[in-house]
């Protein structure tokens, strides 16, 4: 059987060559050409993927990448995997799905099965994808369904296999197909009762995180008043053995997921008159953060950040990945320079930023902040430089520093 992969970013490329391991014939489409071209040469910025699981996969004829939509026409069935951001005003941006639909009704065939991944607002399968699919295509006996990706980048715990997969169709044939196609590569899989839950499920496992971050945010700023670490409180807090989940105060939320996610659920509730506040003010605290942990650090150091070398350790959004998604440490270099403070940034995973590279740590500098402390770097040049260092890291462990949040 062959499937077709929509989108071969984060979700759909390691999608791809598990479904292919599995024993599929697979194909990955992506508009992006020059994505293909690497591809074809095993070239890939996902951390759950190797160049050798793709040249293997490709040397035994079970997974092939193309930009040209007509070349998944023999499949059955279709994943979209394409990103779902936000628009400026943090409505859903749906462009990238409208087109996956329109590319898919230009191949889909009588009895094809539709699988959306990408995350999206309550309703999108039934409202969104069929209608176009449907209009475009004359095809009114495709089958859809939805598995809402949960991919954690560089996670070495959970990752496609084991992570359980919570899925829906619109009919009981395409649920149970949907079923067929990913229990040849999940162990663990969920039917639910219609579409519209699984896709809720998304949303509101991520708001759930978005909102404690902004709670622990806010906590934060009163630990600061009274003169403590709010990590502190936290850490004694989770000694208790029931009816507590630690969540620990930093600069802000980043990557695809925590940053988008909730919008969409604000999204969905307004679809049906509901105002949600609670979700729009997690939305207003965490997106607040960088300017205010950056006018923190300013009073940290004498109440003036002109012409001080203030260095950051880690600019991705999460620990030991490439990923700059919604990073919020880029927002707080933007704050820091608007404070006068001249800022330097180390990542490994990262070579260049908006026109500037990323500098080995320098212990002559007038404050280190660690905001993401990656694995690869060690921090013993700043410890043995006796260097002034704020950790901002969203992290319980313990740098060498006290938290500064």
């Avoid at 180390?346 to 993401?372: K, M, Q, W």
Wanted: charged share 20%; net charge negative; glycine share 6%.
């Amino acid at each position: 059987m062959k499937v077709s992969i929509v989108g071969l970013g984060y979700v759909g490329l390691p999608i791809a060559v598990h479904a292919a391991e599995a024993g599929y014939t697979v194909g990955g489409f992506d508009i992006d050409s020059n994505k293909i071209s690497q591809l074809e040469s095993g070239i890939s910025d996902s951390p759950e993927v190797s160049p050798d699981q793709i040249l293997s996969l490709k040397a035994k004829g079970k997974l092939f990448f193309s930009s040209n939509i007509s070349d998944h026409k023999d499949s059955s069935i279709y994943v979209i995997a394409v990103p779902t951001p936000l628009e400026k005003n943090n409505n859903p941006d749906l462009s990238y799905l409208r087109n996956a639909c329109k590319l898919l009704a230009k191949v889909v065939k009588s009895g094809d099965l539709v699988i959306n991944e990408s995350t999206s607002y309550i309703g999108t399968l039934r409202n969104l994808i069929k209608p176009i699919i449907e209009e475009l295509s004359g095809l009114l006996d495709l089958r859809y369904a939805v598995a809402p990706e949960r991919i954690d980048p560089g996670n070495k715990d959970w990752n496609i296999k084991n992570t359980p997969r919570n899925i829906s169709g619109l009919t009981d044939q395409a649920t149970s197909d949907t079923v067929t196609f990913y229990s040849g590569f999940c162990d663990s899989i969920n039917t639910l009762s219609k579409p519209e839950v699984a896709e809720a499920a998304k949303l509101f496992e991520n708001t759930f995180r978005h909102i404690n971050i902004a709670l622990v945010n806010e906590f934060s700023e009163i630990a600061s008043k009274f003169d403590f670490s709010a990590n502190d409180a936290i850490i004694a807090a989770g000694t208790k053995p029931f009816g507590f989940m630690p969540f620990y105060p930093s600069i802000g939320v980043g990557g695809h997921c925590i940053p988008v996610d909730p919008s969409y659920l604000v999204f969905s509730a307004e679809q049906v008159g509901i105002d949600s506040k609670f979700v729009n003010l997690a939305n207003q605290i965490n997106f607040s953060r960088p300017k205010i942990v950056a006018d923190r650090i300013r009073i940290q150091l004498g109440g003036d950040l002109v012409d001080k070398r203030v260095q950051i350790a880690g600019i991705t959004y999460k620990s030991n990945i490439a990923d700059l998604r919604e990073s919020p440490a880029l927002e707080l270099i933007t704050e820091l320079k608007s404070l006068g403070a001249k800022v330097l940034w180390f990542d490994p995973y990262v070579e260049t930023y908006n026109g500037e590279r990323s500098h080995p740590l320098d212990p002559n500098i007038d404050l280190g902040i660690i905001v993401i402390p990656h694995n690869a770097i060690d921090f013993a040049i700043w410890k043995k430089s006796n260097t002034r260092v704020i950790d901002l890291s969203a992290n319980p462990r313990n740098f060498g520093w006290p938290k500064f949040l």
